[in-house]
């Protein structure tokens, strides 16, 4: 059995949820999402505000999986509609900068010409000075984007310029080494 899939999962008050046919939404503060449920997986709603994921086949490998990951996506939706998820970017670098215009991100990262990436729907972008706060209520979707601005320009190993996730470490190298003495010959 699926360790995960098999964990109820917890209601809260504010959190409305809809099933029609294989289709899932769940409505909350932060907004609305909707998830295409697979035909093997089913939901129930128990009485005490509390949710249960089932399969077709508990033995099934197939189904095992698709178990603990629609429960688990279950729970990030409602994770998202009532407290949101965020990613927080840094900009190390000289001449490095972010800057929002209208309904785009621009980042100036060295190259000849400027980034523009426009934002998804759903999505709050900030710039702090060397930050970039990214907010939202799906999951996948900040993630996604928070990829995206990353792969413009990943931190290098020797200075460490680029754009890295706040709490990422960056594995820094040695430079090259010049002989103390013979300087090179």
């Known amino acids: 059995m699926s360790r995960i899939g098999k964990k109820p999962i917890h209601i809260p008050s504010n959190v409305t949820m809809e099933t029609k046919g294989q289709t899932l939404k769940v409505k909350g503060p932060k907004g609305e999402l909707t998830l295409l449920m697979h035909p093997h997986i089913s939901v129930g709603v128990t009485d005490d505000s509390q949710m249960t994921v089932a399969v077709r086949s508990k033995e099934n490998r197939n189904d095992k999986a698709l178990w603990g990951l629609f429960r688990s996506l279950i729970q990030n939706m409602i994770s998202g509609v009532t407290t949101g998820f965020t990613k927080v970017l840094e900009i190390n670098g000289v001449g490095y900068k972010a800057a929002m215009s209208g309904n785009k991100l621009v980042l100036n990262l060295g190259f000849s010409h400027p980034i523009e990436l426009p934002l998804p729907v759903g999505l ?21 984007f928070a990829a995206v601005v990353r792969s413009k320009r990943p931190p290098e190993p020797y200075k460490g310029k680029g754009i890295k996730y706040q709490d990422e470490v960056i594995r820094r190298k040695a430079g090259k080494v010049v002989k103390a003495v013979g300087g090179g010959k």
Request: hydrophobic letters at 35%; proline letters at 0%; aromatic letters at 0%.
């Open 124 to 144: 709050e972008v900030k710039v702090d000075k060397n930050t970039i706060t990214i907010a939202g209520s799906d999951k996948q979707i900040v993630g996604q």
